[in-house]
């Protein structure tokens, strides 16, 4: 009968080791329960942030025909503009956590808000502030995932999160595609409204209250 060589085994060893660090590094961001919440509310925002990008936005500017030569020039356009408002203003003005995920929050809910109004002219200022969101959501939500989560964790935490993130992105799309072709552009916006108000808006506020809740309990102990 062989016997397994010692190199085998520690290489079994190491994936083994490896493996069984990857799981509890996957599963330690959900088990802390004051940022369950924010999860929520950070993979909601990525998921309509992802599907505006890739299939609404370009909907939408078909559905206010948009000639297509005219829509880079309007996404550039807003870019730049988002650039310069985010340096002058937002960078500069917000700068707690706090008021960090409330930016995001309200300016979503405007954003998608105006979406649904179906008029062009409010479309196109609608998409300056969706840029504003867009470019502000993952820098404004990770480093506060990041201060929760024990930095041996950290890195195979913050992968979970964005496959979470990823997954509903997929499983989404299904629906919103499917809605598209049967309900219409300014539909979806509504629906994504809605949801957005529904799921996001509680667990921000459920995450802000247990926040302050750990820090006033550390300040007292």
Known sequence: MTQESPDVKS????LYEYMTNTKEGFFHIFQAKTIRPLIVFGCTLSVLMWLSIEYINEAAMINYRIQPEYRGLLIAAAKVLALVVLNVIVIRKINSDEHKLLYLLFMTIGVFGLYSVGIKSIFLVAFLGFNLVSST???FIRP???DHIDSKWRAT???AYSFVSNLAQAIASIGV????QKQGVIFVQRALLVLFIVVSVPALFTYLT???NNKAFKYFH
């Open 177 to 180: 595609g499917f809605m598209l």
């Open 157 to 159: 935490s913050i992968s």
């Open 210 to 212: 247990r926040s302050k």
């Open 11 to 14: 290489r079994k060893t190491r």
């Open 137 to 139: 959501n993952s820098s």
């Open 144 to 146: 506060i995932l990041h």
